[in-house]
T-cell receptor, first 114, second 110 residues
Framework: DAGVIQSPRHEVTEMGQEVTLRCKPI?????LFWYRQTMMRGLELLIY????????DSGMPEDRFSAKMPNASFSTLKIQPSEPRDSAVYFC????????????FGEGSRLTVL | SQQGEEDPQALSIQEGENATMNCSYK?????LQWYRQNSGRGLVHLIL?????REKHSGRLRVTLDTSKKSSSLLITASRAADTASYFC??????????FGTGTSLTVIP
């Protein structure tokens, strides 16, 4: 299996621009999670989906952030408009809902907003 | 909304020594997991301990859990330079909400 695939691995953009991060979970996994990692706040859970349905988005920082999962093999995290404080590494993780809870992480998308 | 706090924040040891990291958390949990993160990479699952278990082993890893103190420890025995990484505990509250601690940065000196 290819594992969780995230793109892009690196993104540098200017303040005000729209950013879209993409994630392909492991085939057969029906739970998907988006995390943000910064030095100051560590790993923060932003949102998670079960069977493509958003279950808890209370970690999404503000309305500039949105996430979708149109099908079982694809999810996006969008920031519009982006701000310098959004600079972080964004991780996507997936797991089977029937399992013990092990999360499989992608390699992350490092976002820099200038 | 982090659940866990690891201690120490950073640890530096010689190859062959044991490394112990601690994790404290705030609320009741289903299970607790430990993950490892190499620099610039994603997190990798190491071991899971259920709330009704007190100790678990996997290779050179030993994890303990004290639910009365809301704490866990990860022991890596006979450390190797390749163990250099950050280690995180993650608390599973409901089976679908995983909250990570702040991490311990481990450096193993060859």
């Amino acid at each position: 299996d290819a594992g969780v695939i995230q793109s892009p691995r690196h993104e540098v953009t200017e303040m005000g621009q729209e950013v879209t991060l993409r994630c392909k979970p492991i085939s057969g996994h029906n739970s998907l999670f988006w995390y943000r990692q910064t030095m100051m706040r560590g790993l923060e859970l932003l949102i998670y989906f079960n069977n493509n349905v958003p279950i808890d988005d209370s970690g999404m920082p503000e309305d500039r952030f949105s996430a979708k999962m149109p099908n079982a093999s694809f999810s996006t995290l969008k920031i519009q408009p982006s701000e310098p404080r959004d600079s972080a590494v964004y991780f996507c993780a997936s797991r089977t809902s029937g399992g013990l809870g092990e999360l499989f992480f992608g390699e992350g998308s490092r976002l820099t907003v200038l | 909304s982090q659940q866990g706090e690891e201690d120490p924040q950073a640890l530096s040891i010689q190859e062959g020594e044991n490394a112990t990291m601690n994790c404290s958390y705030k609320t009741s949990i289903n299970n607790l997991q430990w993950y490892r993160q190499n620099s610039g990479r994603g997190l990798v699952h190491l071991i899971l301990i259920r709330s009704n278990e007190r100790e678990k082993h996997s290779g050179r890893l030993r994890v303990t859990l004290d639910t009365s103190k809301k704490s866990s420890s990860l022991l890596i025995t006979a450390s190797r330079a390749a163990d250099t990484a950050s280690y995180f505990c993650a608390t599973d509250l409901t089976g679908n909400q995983f909250y990570f601690g702040t991490g311990t940065s481990l450096t193993v000196i060859p």
